[in-house]
């Protein structure tokens, strides 16, 4: 069974400090995918990493994919209360069901 | 563009009664389906997942059910709701042609609550 843990599980921080969310996994997947929630609606994909070593951009968000693929981070620069959310890593291992993790709660305070 | 709906947004039931949510796809064929269910902030469960029309996969043995009666319809039932049923139920699609790097979109959710 392939399992992901994210770390932290709660963040509050104040508008403007910088921010990272770790996603582990004693496994390797094919890809991974970060998605943020709001309350009360569905998350929304913000990326998906296929390839170790991958970094890729969203604005202030910066995700990155570990070498072995078993692991993934993501920035936020200069965080914003938008920003505020629940952010959930999925990896894909080859089957059409995606692992998540149990997501991290994040607040941001003007 | 794909959609997906998923309704009714809130619904508060009384303990033993049935349950159906209902969700749909828009602007794709074959999607793979999914029902999950979140506890309040935290990760979700898988419930049920299709690949195919009539084909229904269980992952968590429960008093639920799911059926797939249309490509792109998905439902999730009950025929006697217990108290622990009350929380976040979420549907997704994710694309059926290539299954190792297919993100899943979510509809918006129903919040189920059970009295």
């Known amino acids: 069974t392939q399992l992901l843990e994210q770390s932290p599980q709660f963040l509050s921080i104040q508008e403007g400090e910088n921010l990272t969310v770790y996603c582990n996994s004693s496994s390797v997947f094919s890809s991974l995918q970060w998605y943020r929630q709001e309350p009360g609606e569905g998350p929304v994909l913000l990326v998906t990493v296929v390839t170790g070593g991958e970094v890729k951009k969203l604005k202030r968000l910066t995700f990155q994919f570990g070498d072995a693929r078993k692991d993934s981070s993501l920035h936020i620069t200069a965080a914003q209360t938008g920003d505020t959310g629940l952010y959930l890593c999925a990896g894909s291992g080859g089957s059409y069901i995606p692992t998540f993790g149990r997501g991290t709660s994040l607040i941001v305070h003007p | 563009s794909q959609t997906i709906h998923q309704w009714p947004a809130t619904l508060v039931q009384p303990v033993g009664s049935p349950l159906s949510l209902e969700c749909t796809v828009e602007g794709t064929s074959n999607p793979n389906l999914y029902w999950y269910r979140q506890a309040a902030g935290r990760g979700l469960q898988l419930l049920f997942y299709?690949?195919?029309?009539?084909?229904i996969s269980s992952e968590v043995p429960q008093n639920l059910s799911a059926s797939r009666p249309q490509d792109r319809q998905f439902i999730l039932s009950s025929k006697k709701l217990l108290l622990s049923d009350s929380g976040f139920y979420l549907c997704?699609?994710?694309?059926?042609?290539?299954?190792?790097?297919?993100?899943?979109?979510f509809g918006d959710g129903t919040r189920l609550s059970i009295l």
């Open positions: 997704a699609w994710s694309r059926n042609r290539d299954r190792l790097n297919q993100p899943q979109h």
């Open positions: 299709s690949v195919g029309i009539g084909q």
